[in-house]
């Protein structure tokens, strides 16, 4: 049996059917225009924010430093965001409309130029994003940056949570399996000015929330069938699935409010949840392709960092040797929880460390893994491509 694939071929840090990662970083002192990576391309692109925080609370969240595009200044001039009591809903959503894509569009821009080809060529543009609620919406305002044909097939994932990045490269495989000669764009960008809250004791896990998540962007290019030697992909994308988990719902979810993105997020129920489905989850991926008995160690891991205690809890359960999820890791540590963007930063991370490695091919099999609002596990198998020898 030989499994369909789909290749990553540089975008922001996220790999399609072969696909290409690419994240840069930048920084913006007035107007923010966040980056963040793409992973159809070798290099990454990673987030842009206005304001680079390192926090120390109680809570171990992992993250030494965040970026954000909200500022103090911008917080003072909505006194409302701090205030529960007080709608600001609708001056969320207008900075988010205004900033979101721009910074969308400096990680698409990278991801394209390590494409290789012009922006034109993109036939599909899948644009996720926990941060909006309008229409025309990102996906309208990005193509339009970026030069897209006006007949580009756009595709709008709203609030999918953290999983949103995995969420987004499933049905970009699915777009270039499905349709002769895709490339599809893959963008996520998160900017947690919708969600910012000053702290209550009333409200806990606002705490957990301002300790853990940041502002980031990423983006990757999808498609079949590369056309070498301007395309080189980094990663095939051989299956996908996605599973809830039965009476989960408790555990985490989000709505729009009059006080901006609200919901429930609860650690101490997702970690077991996490850990005790994900070796059946994977087991079942790597059956359906004829291949039994898959040592977890032998594999690249790319895993959504939601917080450190989950990927402890994964790397307990599965008996992962240490480093396994060193990407994940170093992602959460520099960036923080990103939401949908953080999976392609953690791609863009496996892809340099395969490259800095002896031969740069220690593992030729990998797993990604995103964890989302249901509770939702979202899994896909990976795997290197032959890269053919220049002539």
């Not at 080189?232 to 051989?238: G, H, N, S």
Request: glycine share 8%; proline share 7%; with cysteine.
């Amino acid at each position: 049996m030989s499994p369909s694939t789909t290749s990553v071929v540089r975008s922001v840090q996220t790999p399609p059917p072969p696909c290409w990662p690419s994240a840069p970083r930048t920084r913006s002192p007035a107007s923010p225009k966040p980056t963040t990576p793409t992973t159809t391309s070798v290099s990454p692109t990673q987030s842009t924010s206005l304001t680079s925080n390192a926090n120390s609370t109680t809570y171990a969240s992992g993250a030494d430093k965040r970026f954000f595009h909200h500022n103090e200044e911008m917080i003072a001039a909505h006194p409302e965001f701090l205030d529960r009591a007080t709608p600001s809903l609708d001056a969320r959503l207008d900075i988010a409309a205004a900033a979101g894509p721009e910074l969308a569009a400096q990680a698409a821009e990278r991801a394209i130029v390590r494409w290789g080809r012009p922006a034109a060529d993109i036939t599909h543009l899948v644009v996720a994003t926990n941060a909006g609620a309008q229409a025309p919406g990102a996906d309208h305002r990005l193509a339009s940056l970026l030069g897209l044909r006006p007949t580009v097939r756009r595709t709008m994932l709203h609030l999918s949570g953290c999983s949103a990045g995995a969420a987004a490269l499933r049905l970009a495989k699915d777009l270039a399996e499905n349709s002769r000669g895709a490339r599809v764009l893959v963008a996520c960008v998160e900017l947690n000015v919708v969600a910012f809250h000053g702290l209550k004791e009333d409200y806990p896990q606002t705490l957990t929330c301002q300790g853990l998540f940041g502002d980031g962007a990423g983006a990757v290019i999808v498609g079949a069938d590369a056309v070498r030697p301007v395309e080189r992909p980094l990663f095939e994308m051989v299956a996908v699935s996605q599973a809830v988990i039965p009476g989960t719902e408790h555990a985490l979810n989000m709505r729009l409010t009059e006080h901006g993105l609200d919901g429930h997020v609860s650690i101490k129920d997702l970690i077991p949840l996490a850990a005790a489905n994900a070796d059946e989850l994977l087991s079942d991926a790597f059956r359906q392709l004829g291949l039994a008995g898959v040592e977890w160690n032998d594999l690249f891991w790319v895993v959504h960092p939601g917080a450190p205690s989950i990927l402890d809890q994964i790397e307990s359960a599965l008996r992962l040797e240490p480093g396994k999820l060193a990407a994940s890791r170093k992602v959460l540590r520099e960036y923080g929880n990103m939401l949908g963007s953080t999976l392609i930063f953690v791609l863009d991370e496996q892809r340099r460390r395969m490259e800095e490695e002896e031969g740069g091919r220690s593992a030729e099999w990998g797993v990604m893994m995103g964890f989302g609002p249901g509770f939702t596990i979202e899994t896909m198998v990976l795997h290197l491509p032959e890269c053919p020898k220049e002539q």
